[in-house]
């Protein structure tokens, strides 16, 4: 047993997944949930996903060895807050954000000199949330990137380490301005992209909703499925990892300009030997175990 008890801040889809994944494992002696929603904390004690859940987070992260924010990047500031005083001493704090420097700048000020913060990220998920969403393998062979700041107790770094690597993840560290940047070639932009894709097709008159739908190849669900993320949780990301964001997405508009020069002038070696390089970096991610070249990518056997 790793931690004796584990406070668990938001119940969605991450959060939910811990549950299954800590008691598959058998990593934590309780485990104690709360959500911002009293729909959400019913069907928490309805489904016995938690061991207990309480109506406040203040009262949650009582007496919690770890205590794990799951919400929203734009109202981690508040939520720790709220806990700072109720938190532990020697207890340690993290979070699910995937972005960190503003988790940092958020959090950070708010936890107390005797309680350990150590930002941390899943990369793992799908478009699904909610308390039932979760299943105990999602982080299974996924990355856990942990952004611990200069100076953080090395023990604690690694308790939360074993923990996450107990349920099935591969733990890295990384600094937080260089996971803010990764996260937004790999994730963000990505969403921002198919977001604005999924918007054109419907603002496209000449395209009925019904052929949107009907004759969607491959690609277009893709962008579906990853445009169906928590609007909520995008919405923070986007304006938390600003510069980024824009960073990537200036170098896309520059990338993208060049694809349009090349099929408005016929230039089809430019366009073969492009497609050819991104193509070996879909089968680097196949190869890394991140993905499968499975018909459908796999993705007829998602969650």
């Known amino acids: 047993m790793i931690y004796n008890r584990v406070a668990l801040i938001g119940l969605g889809l991450i959060a939910s997944s811990m549950c299954h994944a800590m008691r598959r494992g058998n990593l934590v002696g309780e485990i104690v949930g709360t959500a911002r929603s009293e729909e959400t904390r019913q069907i928490a004690r309805d489904d016995d996903l938690c061991d207990r859940v309480t109506e406040t987070a203040a009262e949650a992260v009582i007496d919690a060895d770890l205590v794990v924010l799951c919400v929203p990047v734009g109202a981690m500031a508040t939520l720790a807050a709220e806990i700072a005083p109720h938190l532990r001493p020697g207890a340690t704090v993290t979070d699910v954000g995937s972005v960190k420097r503003a988790v940092m700048d958020a959090v950070g000020p708010h936890v107390p000199d005797d309680v350990h913060f ?121 304006l938390t990892n600003k510069d980024a964001t824009l960073e990537i997405l200036g170098r896309f508009t520059e990338e993208l300009f060049a694809l349009q ?40 056997r998602t969650r």
């Open 118 to 238: 150590i930002p941390g990220h899943p990369i793992a998920g799908t478009e699904k949330s909610g308390p039932r969403a979760g299943f105990a393998e999602l982080f299974d062979n996924r990355f856990h990137l942990l952004v611990p700041r200069p100076g953080t107790d090395a023990a604690a770094v690694m308790r939360l380490r074993q923990l996450w690597e107990g349920m099935g993840a591969n733990v890295e560290e990384m600094d937080a301005d260089h996971h803010d940047l990764v996260l937004a070639v790999t994730s963000h932009a990505p969403h921002l992209i198919a977001y604005t894709m999924v918007g054109v097709a419907d603002d496209l008159r000449r395209v009925t909703d019904s052929e949107v739908v009907r004759y969607s190849a491959a690609g277009f669900r893709d962008f579906t499925r990853i445009a169906a993320s928590d609007p909520v949780m995008w919405r923070d990301v986007f």
């Open 261 to 300: 020069r090349a099929i408005r002038t016929g230039d089809g070696a430019h366009l073969q030997n492009y497609f050819t390089r991104t193509r070996a970096i879909r089968r680097g991610i196949v190869e890394a175990g991140q993905d499968t070249d499975a018909p459908d990518f796999g993705r007829g």
